[in-house]
Nanobody, 122 residues
Framework: QVQLVESGGGLVQAGGSLRLSCAASGRTFSSYDMGWFRQAPGKEREFVAAISWSGSTTYYADSVKGRFTISRDNAKNTVSLQMNSLKPEDTAVYYC???????????????WGQGTQVTVSS
């Protein structure tokens, strides 16, 4: 079992920055990949970014590439998402996710946090 708790959401103006954090507990944090997803009102949840268990490999959605950076601290059991140059279309509930699965798609995650709201005003 993995428990995930997000923090850092809020209201920011377009062009601003926010940093989301996710604290994990349960299984050994350095043994699984982590990711961030988001869901805007009326839309399906979509992939944002992911990072491998070691931190050596990262993946980004095209919509956030160059603006968002995912990172992890295995000593502190945390994963972060630094979001710069925010746009109104980035407004969504952001979810932290853990991938403990063996094999399959790198975009398939099996544990989820409760989510944190990010609102970008124009």
């Amino acid at each position: 079992q993995v428990q995930l708790v997000e923090s850092g959401g809020g209201l920011v103006q377009a062009g601003g920055s926010l940093r989301l954090s996710c604290a994990a507990s349960g299984r050994t944090f350095s043994s699984y990949d982590m990711g961030w997803f988001r869901q805007a009102p009326g839309k399906e949840r979509e992939f944002v970014a992911a990072i491998s268990w070691s931190g050596s490999t990262t993946y980004y959605a095209d919509s956030v590439k160059g603006r968002f950076t995912i990172s992890r601290d295995n000593a502190k059991n945390t994963v972060s998402l630094q979001m710069n140059s925010l746009k109104p279309e980035d407004t969504a509930v952001y979810y932290c996710a853990a991938r403990t699965l063996v094999g399959g798609s790198v975009y398939e995650f099996d544990y989820w946090g409760q989510g944190t709201q990010v609102t970008v005003s124009s």
